[in-house]
């Protein structure tokens, strides 16, 4: 009931209910989106010490790779959002089949005029050759699920350089003053997007923004 009257306080005159369950946290996180018809997973996450996480695991982390529907995850250090409006999107991808599968909910989140930076992270010059014609193969991608004048006028591309891709992504967040990441991951036994092991984890815990994730 404290946690019904904190959302309430928000005045966003959203309808809610209060759950209480027993069991697997993240299974029952998930079973109950599911069974009340949910179209999205919100949920914060924080900060603990990399080897207890890594021992105990995380139910932020368990949630983001067993969901069946988007998951957006709000970590530590992201600012109140009760007053901000959504207008700047970025979308991490290196056009795998899991990180192409954020291109299904763009056309929900590009309404009015919300603006969207795609970033493709080089770790190393060893990956230069795959990195060519990355824009033209992702700006074909989008074709299919925005309109060819959205593209032109508010969608753009840019190529991080880094040896560690969460914090080529942390940097470029934080420079294009973002309101939301987009990321894929998949259900491998870390939280593996298509990038390193953990780094999807280590986004979400440093992003000075949400990130919404789908798993493939």
């Known amino acids: 009931m404290a946690a019904k009257a904190k959302v309430l306080a928000t005045g966003t005159g959203i309808r809610l209910s209060v759950v209480d369950s027993v069991g697997d946290i993240p299974g029952q996180i998930i079973n109950t989106a599911v069974s009340e018809g949910a179209s999205l997973i919100v949920m914060g996450t924080h900060s603990r010490d990399g ?14 790779r067993h969901a069946v529907l988007p998951v957006v995850a709000v970590g530590p250090h992201v600012k109140d959002y009760s007053r901000r409006k959504i207008q700047t999107l970025v979308y991490a991808t290196d056009l795998s089949a899991r990180s192409l599968g954020v291109l299904r909910i763009l056309p929900l989140l590009m309404a009015g005029d919300t603006r969207l930076s795609v970033v493709h992270v080089r770790e190393d ?29 508010r969608v753009d591309f840019k190529t991080l350089e880094g040896d560690d891709p969460s914090r080529a992504v942390e940097r470029h967040l934080k420079l294009v003053h973002a309101d939301l990441l987009l990321i894929g991951v998949h259900k491998g ?10 780094t999807g984890f280590r986004m979400i815990m440093a992003a000075p923004c949400a990130v919404l994730s789908i798993c493939e």
């Open 51 to 64: 080897v207890e996480r890594f021992l105990v695991g995380s139910t932020a982390e368990e949630v983001l």
């Open 125 to 153: 010059q060893a990956h230069a050759p795959a990195s060519v014609g990355w824009e033209v193969s992702v700006r074909n991608s989008l074709l299919g699920v925005l309109p060819a004048d959205i593209l032109e006028r």
């Open 189 to 198: 036994r870390g939280m593996t997007t298509h990038m390193a092991p953990r």
